[in-house]
């Protein structure tokens, strides 16, 4: 397998073949759609009804081959939405890079009318100051928060800084934005709760137990959900 380092700076960035892949499609990703489904429809209930609304601009970091935008766009329809891969040149054995499974999801949004695209980037390049939206969200599903993942992806460990991530999104605009981050087991959560309030940040935490997402995503431990409604640190 490639290095992060080649996947980034050189056969990464190549495109091997002309056209974008199909949308992935087919039962597991299926599941993995109703998974997300659960997930935004919990943090909804279990924050408030009213959480996200006025959202113009959803961020999602960390978005792989983005199997589940439909949701995103069913959730917030009214917004764009930016997927973000920072090993967005790992590639499959079709020759298609993971940022191309991305483009192909947002392609097919854009096609439906919403407004979607991906970048292949480190989160903390991005120049979020640029955007005229007023108000965005900031998703971060299942960021890496220790080193052991990382090293299991073949990634550097500076990806595991979740801190640096939350500290990026709350200041490089003066807009209103939030952030909402899931998190698998207590371990991790904690390490969340602690980067949160190392930056200052007051945060909802709701948990999604097992039992209700069986069948639905691969692991089995509790899902911690956090909100940040203001995370603006300007």
């Not at 087919?26 to 006025?54: I, Q, S």
């Not at 766009?73 to 993971?98: I, K, M, Q």
């Not at 990806?159 to 981050?181: E, I, K, P, Y």
């Not at 209700?212 to 909100?227: A, I, Q, R, S, T």
């Amino acid at each position: 397998m490639l290095t992060f380092e080649l996947r980034t700076r050189i056969f990464g960035r190549v495109r091997l073949r002309r056209q974008l892949p199909r949308p992935v499609s087919g039962e597991r990703f299926e599941r993995e759609r109703d998974f997300y489904n659960l997930l935004l429809t919990r943090a909804r209930a279990d924050f408030a009804a009213t959480a996200f609304d006025g959202v113009d601009e959803v961020y999602d970091i960390g978005c792989r081959n983005w199997s589940y935008a439909p949701v995103l766009a069913e959730a917030f329809p009214n917004a764009r939405l930016l997927g973000v891969e920072v090993d967005g040149g790992r590639r499959y054995w079709n020759l298609h890079r993971r940022i191309d499974a991305a483009a192909s999801q947002a392609r097919e949004l854009a096609q439906a009318g919403f407004e979607a695209a991906v970048i292949h980037n480190d989160f903390r390049q991005l120049r979020l100051d640029q955007s005229t939206a007023a108000s965005a969200l900031f998703c971060f599903f299942y960021p890496f928060v220790s080193e052991h993942p990382c090293r299991k992806w073949g990634l550097p460990t500076r990806f595991s800084d979740f801190h640096a991530l939350v500290v990026h999104a709350g200041t490089s605009s003066a807009r209103r934005c939030q952030v909402l981050s899931v998190h698998q087991g207590e371990w991790e959560a904690e390490i969340a709760r602690r980067d949160y309030e190392r930056a200052g940040l007051s945060f909802r935490e709701t948990v999604i137990q097992p039992s209700l997402f069986k069948g639905l995503w691969p692991n089995e431990y509790p899902m911690h959900v956090f909100l940040v409604a203001d995370a603006r640190l300007r």
